[in-house]
């Protein structure tokens, strides 16, 4: 079965630092969801990525696919404190209806 | 637009009692919806996919008649956790899909749901 591998677990980072988070999986990913959930809150949908190579950004968030489709990374420019969450990365299961999800990346940014 | 929303947002009920869970997909039709659940400090794990008009299907490990799912129209499903116990304390959150949005999914907001 497909694995999603996220990293770091946690991250502590001062207001105004980039940071990456990365998500690496077991197999070819055919749709790469990133999410950012607060806690105990519900998701919320930041971008989807499904080409090789692809790369989209919203707001100071940038994600990239890597050309082999099995790694992706999340990039955040000059934090802020309103970004602090869990960053969750999902994948399409083989088959394409299922979405799993890694662990999550928990984010604290210190003012 | 695609706001799915859950009612209730958090419960507190007793060992043994019922607890229905409410998904709603507020302005668009939900083809599919989805429940997961998620454990302090853990991923999000997939407990059924729920089509309209028909049985849910259930993940590996997942007790069906524990964890009632009823997808009655395009804009509802429920979820029963029946005799509930404080094993069953989690967060659950529901997600809705349609077939125009290339199988993106929409969340809802969670329910905590805290067994005593």
């Known amino acids: 079965s497909q694995e999603l591998e996220q990293s770091p677990q946690s991250l502590i980072v001062q207001e105004g630092k980039n940071l990456t988070i990365n998500c690496t999986s077991s197999k070819t990913l055919y749709g790469l969801y990133w999410y950012k959930q607060k806690y105990g809150e519900g998701l919320i949908f930041l971008m989807m990525l499904q080409k090789g190579g692809e790369e989209k950004s919203h707001e100071k968030i940038t994600a990239k696919l890597d050309e082999k489709k099995q790694q992706s990374s999340l990039h955040i420019t000059a934090s802020q404190p309103s970004h602090a969450g869990i960053y969750l990365c999902?994948?399409?299961?083989?088959?394409?209806?299922?979405?799993?999800f890694g662990a999550g990346t928990r984010l604290f940014v210190k003012a | 637009g695609a706001v799915v929303s859950q009612h209730p947002s958090w419960v507190i009920c007793k060992s043994g009692t019922s607890v229905k869970i409410e998904c709603r997909s507020l302005?668009?039709?939900?083809?599919?919806m989805f429940w997961y659940r998620q454990f302090p400090k853990q991923s999000l794990m997939l407990m059924a996919t729920?089509?309209?008009?028909?049985?849910?299907?259930?993940e590996q490990g997942v007790e069906k008649d524990k964890f009632l799912i009823n997808h009655a129209s395009l804009t509802l499903s429920t979820l029963t956790v029946t005799s509930a116990h404080p094993e069953d304390s989690s967060f659950y959150i529901c997600?809705?899909?349609?077939?125009?949005?290339?199988?993106?999914?929409?969340f809802g907001p969670g329910t905590r749901l805290t067994v005593l």
């Open positions: 302005d668009f039709q939900a083809t599919t």
């Open positions: 997600s809705a899909s349609r077939l125009a949005a290339n199988n993106e999914q929409f």
């Open positions: 999902g994948a399409d299961n083989t088959g394409g209806f299922k979405t799993i």
């Open positions: 729920s089509n309209e008009g028909s049985k849910a299907t259930y």
